[in-house]
């Protein structure tokens, strides 16, 4: 019998942010609305890491041999990090970092993101062949006319070229090797937040920012930049703080107030669509209105998916 339900954020990872009963409070993008919710429900697609068979059967060995055996790997880990005043270890770091590298990878943001990117590098490699390509002609001779061919071919816009999501979950994968190393090579600190305060999270826990050479400030990417920070909420009251440090530093922190909105700030804008808190909040709902208008916007610029073509994996921060 194949996982049908399939949660694309940790369920018992979101089980850490009901405060109160069995639900916590869901301010939903989409729709604007905030609503109480139990994990269970939240965060979590039908089939949604299935591929499908030739037979017509669903294959859930994603969801099943990989992504839950990683997800009992971290479950102690996320339960003593939360917990306890303590600081991460080496063998800690290493099953989190896997963890982590898999939840930026696997949620539907980022395969969206992938899915974009594939498919304007594939429009502009199109264009760029019915353009510069001989071969490209010579597969139309005797066909229909060339340069009719060539005209439609150079009106198509990104409606024109369309790709399953699994294709983009498989191109995600490809980065999951990359991933490790960035996290392997930064400083570790478990943070507490202020008394009377708290952390949100969303369906894009994994909240990355950072500053390129040029000043711009890119969230979601930039893994391989030396300014990036990355931020995961454990529990309303605790998350883990990474960053490029010399030497690399292990360790546990307290969050000044304002670190602590700058976060939920980041949590906020960088969520898809649902933001989870473990209370309903008249400061959250101000901070998920202003933000909420980046639900559906076009995540990846033309000139990215030209990058893509240009330079290989290992010259680009992902």
Not at 12 to 40: H, S
Not at 265 to 278: E, G, H, K, L, T
């Amino acid at each position: 019998m194949t996982a049908k339900h399939q949660h694309y954020v940790y369920r018992y990872y979101l089980e850490k942010f009901v405060a109160e009963g069995k639900t916590f409070w869901v301010y939903d993008k989409k729709t604007g609305e905030c609503r109480a919710q139990t994990p269970k429900n939240t965060a979590a697609e039908t089939h949604i890491y299935s591929f499908e068979k030739d037979d017509g059967t669903k294959d859930d060995q994603l969801e099943t041999k990989l992504f839950t055996p990683v997800e009992n790997d971290a479950k102690s880990i996320l339960d003593r990090w939360a917990r306890e005043e303590c600081v991460p270890t080496q063998e800690e770091i290493g099953i989190m970092l896997v963890f982590l590298a898999l939840t930026h990878i696997r949620i539907p943001r980022h395969m969206a993101e992938s899915k974009e990117l594939a498919e304007k590098a594939a429009l502009q490699i199109l264009k760029d062949r019915v353009t510069n390509s001989e071969k490209f002609k010579e597969m139309w001779k005797g066909k229909t006319p060339w340069e009719e061919t060539q005209r439609k071919i150079l009106a198509f816009d990104e409606s024109n070229i369309s790709l399953r999501k699994n294709t983009a979950l498989s191109f995600n994968l490809t980065s999951f090797e990359f991933l490790c190393l960035q996290l392997a090579q930064m400083s570790w600190a478990i943070c507490s937040v202020p008394e009377k305060k708290f952390l949100v999270t969303s369906d894009s826990p994994l909240n990355v920012r950072a500053i390129k050479p040029n000043g711009k400030i890119v969230y979601g990417s930039g893994y391989g930049l030396q300014s990036v920070q990355i931020v995961f909420p454990l529990s309303p009251r605790k998350c883990v703080f990474l960053s490029h440090n010399e030497p690399q530093i292990l360790g546990r922190a307290c969050l000044k107030a304002q670190a602590l909105d700058e976060f939920n700030r980041r949590c906020i804008f960088m969520a898809d669509r649902f933001v989870i808190s473990p209370f309903k909040s008249n400061h959250i709902k101000r901070l998920f209105e202003k933000y909420s208008e980046t639900y559906g916007k076009p995540r990846i610029e033309l000139q990215q998916a030209g990058n893509l073509i240009k330079v290989s994996p290992s010259e680009y921060d992902l």
